[in-house]
């Protein structure tokens, strides 16, 4: 590793340092039970609460991930606020947007499939601006083009063949 990429790696751990004190604090306070897990993928910490046996997190995820954004968004102020810097962690509780990736991705390859057999542009779902990256990234390795229209919170995603 070069010295800034080892830098960018330690700041990256101390952010995601940062995040699960801020968490581990947080599951005291609401006494809930989780593990945290900390890895840095890319430019990014990843931080995930896990569900032990003796517990339910879907209440930290919310409806279509809502509440998991919100505290998402708390985490990365916690996470700047000790660093230093402006965070751009990714949370995930329960296997949540591992799973919605998951899904995503699934969707996309039907949606590739609809625009290659017609030729016309095919809309998805509004989505978040994290789900829309993951289909952009879908649809770009399908090797179509696609775009957001629309304002938020409802921009979609179209997909074209070129």
């Known amino acids: 590793m070069t010295e800034v990429s080892t830098q960018k790696r330690t700041l990256l751990e101390q952010e995601g340092d940062a995040a699960a004190d801020y968490l581990e604090g947080l599951l005291d306070i609401a006494d809930l039970d989780g593990d945290i897990d900390i890895d840095v993928e890319g430019n990014r910490a990843m931080v995930s609460i896990v569900e032990v046996k003796s517990g339910d997190l879907s209440h930290l995820v919310g409806e279509k991930g809502e509440i998991l954004d919100s505290l998402q968004e708390l985490t990365r102020l916690a996470?700047?606020?000790?660093?230093?810097?402006?965070?751009?962690?990714?949370?995930?509780?329960?296997?949540y947007r591992a799973q919605r990736r998951t899904d995503l991705v699934e969707q996309t390859k039907v949606a590739v499939a609809e625009a290659q057999r017609t030729a016309a542009p095919v809309s998805m779902?509004?989505?978040?601006?994290?789900?829309?990256?993951?289909?952009?990234?879908?649809?770009?390795?399908?090797?179509?083009?696609?775009?957001?229209?629309?304002?938020?919170p409802n921009r979609r995603v179209v997909i074209r063949v070129s």
Request: glycine share 12%; no cysteine.
């Open 79 to 95: 996470a700047a606020r000790e660093t230093g810097e402006r965070s751009r962690l990714m949370l995930d509780v329960a296997g």
């Open 125 to 152: 779902p509004v989505m978040t601006p994290f789900e829309r990256k993951i289909v952009h990234d879908a649809v770009a390795e399908a090797g179509l083009v696609s775009g957001s229209e629309g304002e938020e």
